[in-house]
């Protein structure tokens, strides 16, 4: 079958009005929503999605279980071999997302409203702490002076915040995380110390500070690498005795701490879980045998 020039560009003119129109009513449904970071930031929040996408599915009761199950994009559906165009759009808006927290910032004044002592690794800018991931690892002089000041408090766990790899994620969920955290550890029984927070840290910081202190552990809560449209998403790291370069397999992590993925009371009240098991047993990480779930 063939088209003659005249019946292809009238098939292009529709599609190009139909593609326009359905983009006018998106737009006009759309919420506004400021940048990553700053001042406010924005949650990576999904928009609902309708409840599948895929042509003549074959077992099609179970999609909506399946899709609801998952913010994932399942049952997206597809044009010929090729991404859905709004599909395809949504990918791109997720990947900016993703950049946007990556380069996001957690204001200033945000650890002294949160009653954090604020300390700095040794990166003296977002760049050398993309670049230089050891340079996050470790305080700065006067940070590591700061943290002296406390040297041997002992508390039974030592928090700290940092704005990892997504500062957003922080702006949006570290308030709640941390509020969850503290009452949930004194409910537990546990004693906490001096709060601290850190600017460009990397997970690894948390053991000199620990070490520092003298604390039984450590938790920070950490902006974690962002993925598909999560950059909203945090981790709670734990680590047991900590001490200096302590390997991850020695520590346990509770991610995607989010509105729509673990919420602050269960994360907050695992970690009190993970805690208890692993100062009782002088180790943490793998050698506990759990995970999300598993008893």
Known sequence: MSYDEATLQSIVDAVVRQLAAEGQRAQADALPAGPCGGDEGHACTADPRPVHNVERPVYEAILPRVVGLTPSRVAVGRAGNRFRTDLYLLTREGQADARDAVHSEVPADWPARHGLVALTTRCADRHEYLL??????????????????????????????GDGLSPNAIVQNGESSLVALKRALAAGGLRTGVDFYVKFARIGVADEIGVLTGARASVILVGERPGLGTGDSLSFYIAVAPRLDQDNAEKNCISNVRPIGIKPDEAAAQTVEILKRGIARGVGGVALGLGWGRQ
């Open 132 to 161: 230089f991931p050891n340079h996050g690892r470790r305080l700065d002089d006067l940070s590591r002076a700061t943290v002296e000041a406390h040297r041997n408090t002992r508390p039974d766990v030592q928090i700290i915040v």
